[in-house]
């Protein structure tokens, strides 16, 4: 007989393996229905300044050539409001937390369950592994990287250390 969950958490950062981490817990939920389904998903939102179009303000290199900047003009407010009404720059948000929750929630969708979403920060494995021992999880499942050999070696694995770390049994989806 499987043992009884109560609490599943899924670790999920938008790759494609933690993709198959929410299947697994959105399968292991319905099996379940009693248990609690949380996915967990690690704040690391960057936002870049990206040009777009021809900037053609003094100082602005489009093609990747350094401009020593004590051989540029200083930028005066009447140009620096104009290039900022002309739209020649756009923040860029990369790994928004928003856009994971979105993305996990199509997926309990696919799978017509429900669950919760939580964001935590940190370092992803010792995050996870904290937060399922504060809510005494009773498995966590989370997705292959993929790394292997020397990219493992130096960059390490989160789902192995989750594994190592983990006060509860892990499930590494693939």
């Given at each position: 007989?499987?043992?009884?969950?109560n609490?599943?958490?899924?670790?999920?950062?938008?790759s494609?393996?933690s993709e198959k981490?929410?299947?697994?817990g959105?399968?292991?939920k319905r099996s379940?229905?009693d248990?609690?389904?949380t996915?967990?998903?690690v704040?690391?939102e960057?936002v870049?300044q990206?040009s777009?179009?021809n900037p053609?303000?003094?100082?602005?290199?489009?093609?990747?050539i350094?401009?020593d900047?004590?051989?540029?003009?200083?930028?005066?407010?009447?140009e620096?409001?104009?290039?900022?009404?002309?739209?020649?720059t756009h923040s860029v948000v990369?790994?928004s937390?928003?856009k994971?929750?979105?993305k996990a929630?199509?997926?309990l969708?696919?799978?017509k369950?429900?669950?919760?979403?939580?964001i935590?920060?940190?370092?992803?494995a010792?995050?996870?592994?904290?937060y399922?021992?504060?809510?005494?999880?009773?498995?966590?499942?989370v997705?292959?990287?993929?790394?292997?050999?020397?990219k493992?070696?130096f960059?390490?694995s989160?789902?192995?250390?989750?594994a190592n770390?983990a006060?509860?049994?892990v499930?590494?989806?693939?």
């Amino acid at each position: 007989m499987l043992a009884e969950f109560n609490h599943i958490i899924a670790a999920f950062d938008c790759s494609d393996g933690s993709e198959k981490a929410v299947e697994w817990g959105a399968r292991l939920k319905r099996s379940f229905p009693d248990a609690t389904l949380t996915i967990v998903h690690v704040f690391k939102e960057r936002v870049e300044q990206k040009s777009v179009g021809n900037p053609s303000g003094r100082g602005f290199a489009n093609d990747g050539i350094y401009i020593d900047p004590t051989q540029t003009y200083p930028v005066n407010t009447t140009e620096q409001n104009s290039m900022n009404q002309g739209g020649d720059t756009h923040s860029v948000v990369k790994n928004s937390s928003s856009k994971a929750k979105n993305k996990a929630f199509s997926i309990l969708d696919e799978f017509k369950t429900e669950g919760h979403f939580e964001i935590l920060e940190g370092n992803p494995a010792e995050s996870i592994c904290s937060y399922a021992k504060r809510t005494n999880a009773d498995i966590i499942i989370v997705g292959s990287s993929g790394k292997t050999g020397l990219k493992k070696l130096f960059l390490g694995s989160t789902s192995s250390t989750v594994a190592n770390e983990a006060h509860c049994p892990v499930l590494i989806a693939k």
